[in-house]
């Protein structure tokens, strides 16, 4: 029984996080990102930066005089983005490198082909993210919301600490932003089922995933400082943006959401500003604090996400999981 009604109230949970959500931006002006000092010699890293958020994400940075490399799957969408961007500024330093977040070997062959390169990593934005696919699994047997917008990020982002903090100094610290969800906080980490395989709901994992974001990102910052390394983590939360993420919402909701999503969604590059905001926040005030942020600032989470213990076991399991030390 249990089984039949798990999706069902799981479901039911988002959807009215999103009612909730909807009616709050409503009430609420976008963020306008206030103007941000250049990033020339910069180089970041976001992974879907071919469209919606991270395309602007990529856009602006670019923009800033960053050296910006999209990490995602579509070469073809990577490179038609390079080109748009391009012609806005003639100057604007991307390119695109294949990442696929669905498979290990994909993300290892990212990392290591950059690091090759000698290049500097100052602000790496884990953007990339599906939500409400069908269950399923990634090349390495991960259920898809867990291992791509959670455990691969987790994965790139190790892969590449060296990099960050060898690339960070006292007052231009490196910066992590991971783009997590207000759908972390009805999440719930079930340690023994992380692949959801007890009873599956597309809902429930995509708001574990989430939650697992919040997590690591918490537990990348604490440990970044009791080592004094010169990296800051931070999660955000970009609001609901209209994107390509609600595709797969069941046919009536998709054609709802279609109806009013210019009228009550963020557009990207409104969702973007907070992401922004986070990222650049180093270069406006020196060492910055990290934590979770949405509309631009720092803001309070669910009491889950400051659970020492929960982040410790979700990190040492990943660290298992991924056949790392």
Known sequence: MWALWFPLLSAFKLYLLGFKVLLAQLLNTPLKLPVMPRQDGKVAIVTGGGRGIGYEVVRHLARLGAHVIIGGRDEQEGLAAIKRICEEYKEAKVEFGKLDLASLQSIRQFAESFKKRKLPLNILVNNAGLMLVPEGRTEDGFEQHFGVNYLGHF???????????????AGHVSCVVNVSSSAHSIGEIRLNDLNSCQHYSA??????????????????????????????????????????????????????????????????????????????????????????????RREMTTPPTFDPQLQLSLWEISLQLLGLQ
């Not at 994965?155 to 100094?169: F, M, R, V």
Request: proline residues 5%; hydrophobic residues 45%; charged residues 15%.
């Open 155 to 169: 994965l790139l982002t190790w892969l590449l600490l060296d990099k960050l903090k060898d690339s960070g100094k």
């Open 203 to 296: 809902h429930a994992a995509y708001c574990q995933s989430k939650l697992a974001q919040v997590l690591f990102s918490s537990h990348l910052h604490q440990a970044m400082q009791r080592e004094a390394s010169p990296v800051v983590s931070y999660a955000v939360d970009p609001g609901m943006v209209d994107t390509a993420l609600y595709q797969q919402l069941y046919t009536p909701l998709r054609v709802a959401q279609s109806l009013i999503a210019r009228l009550l969604f963020r557009t990207p590059a409104e969702g973007a500003a907070t992401v922004l905001s986070a990222a650049l926040s180093p270069s406006l005030n020196g060492d910055a604090e990290g934590g979770y942020w949405a509309n631009g």
